[in-house]
């Protein structure tokens, strides 16, 4: 084991983003680096299935990407960066997302802020 991330599974809320769980979720990771592109977004709008099927991700990325389920997405190995660009497409905003993870409203989050009125 890495000793760096020693006890890592002790912290709540935290999931390691190493080596291997970079190549275990690639697949995953290069479809939600791809909707930087005008074409991938479009052609995962006009057919989640179709398009997710030709990038070759596993049933259960599929099953993660059509709830959207975010925090689902993170401790499957989705690296945050490139989730956020599939946040666009879902048309959520990254404040919106990180409330959903930590299984609050918007508004419940927002209060939680040092600036609750900025949106």
């Known amino acids: 084991m890495n000793p ?3 006890g890592v599974e002790d912290l709540v809320g935290t999931y390691v983003f190493d080596l291997r769980t970079s190549h275990r979720a690639l697949k995953l990771n290069r479809f939600l680096w791809s909707m930087i592109q005008a074409t991938s977004r479009e052609g995962f709008v006009a057919d ?3 398009f997710m099927t030709a990038a070759g991700l596993s049933e259960a990325e599929k099953t993660l990407l059509r709830a959207r389920d975010w925090l ?3 401790q499957h190995g989705a690296s945050f960066f490139v989730l956020e660009k599939f946040a666009r497409v879902a048309k959520k905003t990254n404040l ?3 409330a ?3 299984g609050e409203t918007f508004d419940e989050f927002m209060a939680t802020r ?3 009125e900025c949106r």
């Open 96 to 98: 919106e997302i990180y």
């Open 100 to 102: 959903i993870m930590r």
């Open 114 to 116: 040092r600036v609750p």
């Open 48 to 50: 989640e299935d179709a």
């Open 4 to 6: 760096q991330i020693a």
């Open 72 to 74: 689902g997405l993170i």
